[in-house]
């Protein structure tokens, strides 16, 4: 059974940074992709950013400049950097986790940006 456990969320004015980690003790496999969605209140759950198990990323238009994935595929880690933050960062962030067809999430860890 795959469990992913996200922490380093917290609250931070408004330019401040927060690094934020995924982990998981599964280490049978490599996961294809792997990455961040997010969701505030009211709003529907959108992508943040993902790697897969290569060099290619995706990540969302807004924070494109501002925030960096990465992941280790010897520890199925990935983390997400995320700088310049701003109020409209405030979500609940969500680890993901994609192996063939099957996605896997985590619990989410809080982000709030106050001004």
């Known amino acids: 059974q795959v469990r992913l456990v996200e922490s380093g969320g917290g609250l931070v004015q408004t330019g401040g940074s927060l690094r934020l980690s995924c982990r998981t003790k599964e280490m049978a496999f490599t996961f294809d992709r792997m990455g961040w969605y997010r969701q505030a209140p009211g709003k529907q759950r959108e992508l943040v950013a993902t790697m897969g198990s290569g060099a290619n990323t995706a990540y969302a238009d807004s924070v494109k400049g501002r925030f960096t994935v990465s992941r280790d595929n010897t520890e199925n880690t990935v983390h997400l950097q995320m700088d310049n933050l701003n109020p409209e960062d405030t979500a609940v962030y969500y680890c993901?986790?994609?192996?063939?067809?099957?996605?896997?999430w985590g619990q989410g860890t809080q982000v709030t940006v106050s001004t």
């Open positions: 993901y986790a994609k192996l063939l067809v099957a996605d896997y």
